[in-house]
Nanobody
Framework: QVQLVESGGGLVQPGGSLRLTCTSSRTIFSIDRMAWYRQKPGISKESRELVAGIWLSGDIKYSDAVKGRFTISTDPSQNTIYLQMDNLKPDDTAVYYC???????????WGQGTQVTVSS
């Protein structure tokens, strides 16, 4: 079982920045894959969009929509992952969810989500 708690969402103007934080109840050294997903208004849970993922191997993947603007990172000492979001656009407006899958044989875990709204 893994509990994930996100924070850091809010309202920001276009071009602004936010940093999301996700703290895990389990050491992230025991989790093979962690990621940030987002669910835009009117989109179903099943169609959540992968924003950025990070593997225990050190591999990182970004969606084309955020590449060059968002950065995923970890702080293993705090069992925390971050999503630094720069040059935000109105199209980034969504609920952002933290995701963890300890390994391919285990369940996936989700945080409760944090709202990000980009608007002038």
């Amino acid at each position: 079982q893994v509990q994930l708690v996100e924070s850091g969402g809010g309202l920001v103007q276009p071009g602004g920045s936010l940093r999301l934080t996700c703290t895990s109840s389990r050491t992230i050294f025991s989790i093979d894959r962690m990621a940030w997903y987002r669910q835009k208004p009117g989109i179903s849970k099943e169609s959540r969009e992968l924003v950025a993922g990070i593997w225990l191997s050190g591999d990182i993947k970004y969606s084309d929509a955020v590449k060059g603007r968002f950065t995923i990172s970890t702080d293993p000492s705090q069992n925390t992952i971050y999503l630094q979001m720069d040059n935000l656009k109105p199209d980034d407006t969504a609920v952002y969810y933290c995701f963890a899958r300890p390994n391919a044989r285990t369940d996936a875990y989700w945080g409760q989500g944090t709202q990000v709204t980009v608007s002038s």
